[in-house]
């Protein structure tokens, strides 16, 4: 197995990618901290790996707000004494909307859950992982974190940003111990498009012109999480992994 008993926490754990990796990272060994905003999702995720012979706990926090997150990191550290790998997965989509038509209101939440959220889980088990010497953390960032017509514009700006944390994380730990990556998806089937309840035209049609994705499983983004917190990627640190089927190859 690639992740005996290493203790993983997963946020947006109760469906679609980071489901898929809590699964996946628990039948590879690891102690799974299934993270969400919905304690429904999180008993469902929780359930099925104890039930597929894993070790699972499932914590509910919303990863906007800093003390959610502190109590996430808190309750894990009781629960299993550390945590070795961070999976910031949980994020949300902003139906396309141009920067000309965003709210103020609509920026900070999608800024909140995408950006903050990663900085705060990144900042809390920084001081745990420092004293270890050793941790990995995996940010799920997006295409629209590499190219600009792949979301709306807080989407995209957050996504850009969580990149820029992923490298200055990566350049400043890597030194001690402490890898730090991206994972770039291109479109992945999941839950994620039933909240694209009202698209913006004028950001549909920007998007309409980077041409049709090849859609993806969540299952196939977990093995490239799992390749980037095993000891497999020991010599990668910094890096953006793009997983979109060669949507951004032409
Ligand atoms: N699906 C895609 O095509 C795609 C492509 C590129 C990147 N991504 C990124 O991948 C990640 C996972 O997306 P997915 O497609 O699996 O989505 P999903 O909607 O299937 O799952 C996301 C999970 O995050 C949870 N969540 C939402 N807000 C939260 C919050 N504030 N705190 C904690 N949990 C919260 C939801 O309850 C849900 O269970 C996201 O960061 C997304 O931006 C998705």
């Given at each position: 197995m690639r992740l005996s008993d290493k203790v993983v926490i997963v946020t947006g754990?109760?469906?679609?990618m980071g489901r898929a990796i809590a699964e996946l990272f628990a039948k590879e060994g690891a102690k799974v901290v299934a993270s969400d905003i919905s304690e429904e999702r999180i008993n469902e995720v929780s359930t099925s790996i104890k039930e597929a012979g894993g070790e699972a706990l499932g914590i509910l926090a919303n990863v906007a707000k800093e003390s959610d997150v502190q109590q996430l990191i808190d309750r894990t550290v009781q629960a299993?004494?550390?945590?070795?790998i961070l999976v910031n997965n949980a994020g949300i989509m902003d139906n396309f909307i141009p920067v000309g038509e965003v709210t103020h209101e609509h920026w900070e939440r999608v800024l909140g859950v995408n950006l903050n959220g990663p900085m705060y889980a990144s900042r809390a088990v920084l001081k745990i992982m420092l004293e270890k010497g050793k941790g990995v953390i995996i940010n799920n960032a997006s295409v629209g974190g590499l190219f600009g017509a792949r979301g709306g514009a807080a989407y995209v700006a957050s996504k850009h940003a969580l990149i820029g944390l992923t490298k200055n994380t990566a350049a400043v730990y890597g030194s001690k111990g402490i890898r730090t990556n991206a994972i770039a998806p291109g479109g992945v089937n999941t839950a994620?498009?039933?909240?694209?309840t009202a698209p913006n035209q004028l950001g549909m049609e920007a998007i309409g012109r980077a041409g049709s994705a090849p859609m993806g499983e969540a299952q196939e983004i977990a093995y490239a999480a799992l390749f980037l917190a095993s000891d497999e990627s020991s010599f990668v640190n910094g890096v953006v992994l793009t997983a979109d089927g060669g949507w951004t190859a032409h």
């Open positions: 754990a109760g469906s679609g299993y004494g550390t945590v070795d994620i498009s039933g909240t694209i």
